[in-house]
């Protein structure tokens, strides 16, 4: 990363992206808060970075309560010392026709996915605004937050479209404090999620998962499921000063997918 060394926190660490983004960071040498709502995952992924001899703690941490981040921030600055990064990856996604979206799946996908990096990014800002030393904020988006023709995924993308913008206003506003915010904007990864939804893509297809990944694989230029591995790299370059004058941006990190 050649960059922000000091404590990173990130969310939704206890697999997929955030777990690969901890370990990421751990290599770089800086101290990661694992946080996740499921805590046992968590604490695997930590271990993974602290056996590599590297410094993690694990924390169970909620996205959508306001006094859970705060007191997680505060229990890992007092481990770890001054907050240096922050990335803001816990999702959720479920599928649905629009026409038959309920009030609450929507809701659950904004409260994860757009409050969620609200809140945290609100909590993260006031950290950095009270040490007077600046600091990173990166927040996972989607191909989705680009490209709204995702069969389905109405709510997912009206959330992942909603943090493209926070970023943005973010950005804006957080500059004269020397806050960078940027946002990453993944295609199709291979997680657990992922899994989930290619099945539920294809029942409500009548194909079949198989033939729903070799669509994902052909609409990819570069001709393969990507990884999450693919994603904490980009995240890596945002946190450290080679993108020191990088704010605002939502960077696609989807094998030309989709290209803007």
């Known amino acids: 990363m050649s960059g922000a060394q000091g404590l990173v926190l990130v969310t939704g660490a206890g697999g997929g992206i955030g777990a690969a983004t901890a370990r990421k960071l751990g ?11 499921d805590e046992d995952a968590a604490r695997r992924v ?31 600055v007092e481990r770890f010392g001054p907050l240096s990064g922050w990335v803001s990856n816990a999702g959720v996604s479920s599928m649905a026709p629009f026409l038959e979206l309920s009030e609450k799946d ?6 994860v996915n757009a409050k969620g990096v609200f809140l945290c990014g609100q909590v993260a800002a006031r950290r950095f605004v009270e040490q007077g030393e600046g600091g990173v904020i990166v ?20 959330s992942k479209f909603a943090v493209v913008g926070l970023t943005q206003a973010m950005a804006l506003e957080l500059a004269p404090h020397q806050i960078r915010v940027n946002s990453v904007c993944p295609g199709y990864v291979g997680t657990a999620m992922q899994e989930r939804e290619l099945a539920w893509e294809a029942e409500l297809r009548g194909t079949t998962p198989e ?14 499921i990507e990884t999450p591995e693919d994603v904490a790299g980009v995240i890596a370059f945002l946190m450290g000063p080679d993108a020191a004058f990088m704010t605002g941006e939502a960077v696609a990190v989807n ?6």
């Not at 990661?32 to 709502?37: F, G, K």
């Not at 929507?106 to 409260?111: E, G, R």
């Open 27 to 37: 290599k770089e040498r800086c101290s990661v808060a694992v946080t996740d709502l």
């Open 46 to 76: 930590a271990e993974e970075v602290v056996a590599e001899g590297r410094e993690a703690h694990a924390w169970a941490l909620d996205v959508t309560d306001q006094d859970s981040i705060e007191a997680v921030l505060d229990a890992a």
């Open 106 to 111: 929507w809701d659950f996908n904004l409260s």
């Open 139 to 158: 927040n996972v988006a989607s191909m989705a937050g680009k490209r709204g023709a995702a069969p389905f995924l109405a709510h997912y993308v009206a």
């Open 211 to 224: 033939a729903v990944r070799e669509e994902w694989i052909a609409d990819t230029p570069m001709g393969r």
């Open 255 to 260: 094998g030309g997918a989709h290209m803007d």
